[in-house]
């Protein structure tokens, strides 16, 4: 591959070389600048001089930005190093993925999962079932979700590390943001462009809300941003929420549906009186279910479907399913006295779903402590999205506990003033009772010691909840 079929992929212009720097071109593979070597290719949103500088003594090929600063071109001129400039940075990195799929991975199967809920724990147990039933399978989809992203260069770089150091790989299950952006802008189109560099086998959607406010502002925005992954996907199987509107609105040339009720489609696989169903056949029992909340049941719908559609027997889906153990903060049981559960409720969909089937645990006299995380640095609209949702899903028997967790988080997801008080005027215009706490630490120490052995704690929220578990083990 010559540089300039790259700068035209990329819709790049090329400043300091007009060809690849190392004396052996490029490697083939795509990394960040810490971990280059010799030959590769580095991806980054923004680069600057002394950035530049690092990569003429690694002697990488090229660099890939959208944002050169501070002297970056000019020190690109003085060195003679190639560094190409693009609009668009998910064009390089959707490059960088079909490239590295093509070079190390060409004879693997491949699955995209996207949609607003639901996507880790989908893509995770698909992982699961095929990991248990020997194959070897790379997946993005980690408990921190610091791997599911695909606007840098990291799944790239996990699969040639992957093949690399243990072979040739049978599937491939990657996560795909619906919604994607960079400082507030929208990457649009990024499911599909990024689905159509996976060229999947199977395409999961779990379901269309709102959720990325700000980069969308309406369900309409979602749903323009999902509407061309069945396009992308093309003759490959596509997974579909039968019970989602939206989603049942996508044009799929091959769908296989899932439901939470009985439905007649041939290809499809649903739940109805406490069993999962396939041609009409039960299959497994809400007993013998990894977690039994309707969300997380749809979730395993479509895992099973997509297992289904790569053609893997029933009975090692089954087994993959029971054995299967959940990603950390998806409904996690943290303690038994009192029950703590974690869940990555985040968005407006997901707290309610959560909420509403941790209440439907309780039995009387029995007290829901609901210990939410305001998001921090995400802006006025999605806290009170969110905060409109704790308030619909409240009900007799529960006590609301808010946390802004300055004693865990970073200057990235800081609890901003007016994002503060959003959760304060919605909760106080509803007559909604709750207790708030500046530190997660305070917060949790409160909960903790004010709940009866009976209670059920349940703990919400992205970053600002993440610390929750191992600040907990030094509670308890």
Request: glycine share 6%; with cysteine.
């Amino acid at each position: 591959m010559k540089i300039d079929d790259i700068v035209e992929l990329v819709n790049g212009k090329i400043f300091g070389n007009d060809d690849f720097f190392s004396i052996d071109g490029f490697s083939g593979r795509f990394t960040f600048l810490n971990d280059a070597h010799t030959g590769d290719i580095v991806v980054r949103h923004w680069i600057n001089g002394d950035g530049v500088a690092m990569a003429f003594k690694k002697n990488i090929a090229c660099l890939i930005t959208q944002t050169p600063k501070d002297g970056a071109i000019e020190i690109a001129n003085k060195l003679g190093f190639p560094l190409i400039v693009t609009d668009k940075i998910e064009l390089a990195n959707s490059f960088a993925l079909s490239h590295s799929i093509e070079k190390y991975s060409p004879n693997s199967t491949n699955i995209v999962i996207t949609g607003t809920n639901g996507k880790s724990t989908t893509s995770h147990l698909i992982y699961h079932i095929l990991n248990n039933a020997g194959y070897h399978v790379l997946t993005n989809t980690d408990s921190e979700s610091e791997f599911n992203t695909l606007i840098d260069p990291m799944v790239s770089k996990l699969i040639s590390d992957e093949v690399i150091e243990n072979g040739e790989l049978d599937y491939l299950v990657i996560e795909v943001s619906e919604v994607q952006g960079w400082l507030g802008k929208l990457m649009k189109n990024h499911a599909a462009l990024m689905s159509r560099a996976i060229k999947p086998k199977v395409g999961v959607i779990t379901n269309i809300a709102m959720d990325h406010i700000g980069l969308v502002n309406s369900i309409d925005d979602v749903f323009d941003e999902i509407v061309e992954v069945p396009k992308a996907i093309g003759d490959g199987i596509c997974i579909l929420n039968h019970d989602d509107d939206l989603v049942m609105k996508l044009d799929a040339i091959n769908p296989f549906y899932t439901s939470m009720s009985k439905i007649n489609e041939e290809n499809s696989v649903f739940f109805d009186d406490g069993k999962i169903y396939y041609k009409n056949n039960p299959i497994l029992t809400v007993d013998e279910l990894p977690f039994s909340g309707k969300h997380f049941i749809q979730n395993i719908l479509s895992a099973i479907g997509a297992c289904i559609s790569l053609d893997i027997d029933i009975e090692t889906i089954i087994d993959g399913v029971k054995s299967y153990k959940a990603l950390n903060r998806r409904f996690a049981k943290l303690h038994e006295e009192p029950l703590i559960f974690d869940d990555f409720a985040h968005n407006p969909d997901g707290i309610k779903a959560t909420i509403s089937e941790t209440y439907k645990l309780l039995d009387e006299n029995q007290t829901l402590h609901v210990v939410c995380a305001i998001r921090g640095s995400r802006g006025v609209e999605i806290n009170q999205l969110n905060v409109e949702a704790i308030v619909e899903a409240m009900d007799d028997g529960m006590k609301l506990i808010l946390s802004s967790s300055n004693d865990v988080v970073n200057s990235l997801n800081w609890v901003n003033d007016d994002e503060r008080e959003v959760f304060f005027n919605v909760l106080n215009e509803n007559n909604i009772e709750y207790t708030h706490f500046d530190e997660l630490d305070d917060c949790l120490r409160n909960v903790y010691n004010n709940a009866d052995k009976n209670d059920i704690i349940l703990l919400i929220g992205a970053q600002g909840m993440d610390p929750a578990e191992s600040l907990l083990k030094d509670i308890i």
